[in-house]
Nanobody, 125 residues
Framework: VQLQASGGGLVQAGDSLRLSCAVS????????TAWFRQAPGKEREFVAA????????YYADSAKGRFTIARDSAENTVSLQIDNLRPEDTAVYYC???????????????????WGQGTQVTVSS
């Protein structure tokens, strides 16, 4: 699986942004895709995930309410909509995928074998 993230940029607090991750290669019903982020000096943390086949979505507690993960099957992309951006959302955002992830481990960085290159989101106050 190959992943290509895009859509980051410099925005102001309160703005919205939609990140996109193009997914190519072989996927299965068990494939999961996720977004993680890494702020300067911090560990990479889970944001949101979903099965490539659709269905339930999973969010970090900090992401509930302002973040929305979704798949566009026609474009073979998975997006992350971020509303009401805050300066603390500043980070490099990565998309990730793996073909064999159980629900118990869908939030764990170590569960994902495939990673995109990351896209920078900077939120000014």
């Amino acid at each position: 699986v190959q992943l290509q993230a895009s859509g980051g940029g410099l925005v102001q607090a309160g703005d919205s942004l939609r990140l996109s991750c193009a997914v190519s290669g072989r996927t299965y019903s068990s494939t999961a895709t996720a977004w993680f982020r890494q702020a300067p000096g911090k560990e990479r943390e889970f944001v949101a995930a979903m099965r490539w086949s659709g269905g339930s979505t999973y969010y970090a507690d900090s992401a509930k309410g302002r973040f929305t993960i979704a798949r566009d099957s026609a474009e073979n992309t998975v997006s992350l909509q971020i509303d009401n951006l805050r300066p603390e959302d500043t980070a490099v955002y990565y998309c990730a995928a793996d073909n064999a992830i159980g629900l118990a481990t869908i939030r764990f960085r170590s569960s994902y074998k495939f990673w995109g290159q990351g896209t920078q989101v900077t939120v000014s106050s």
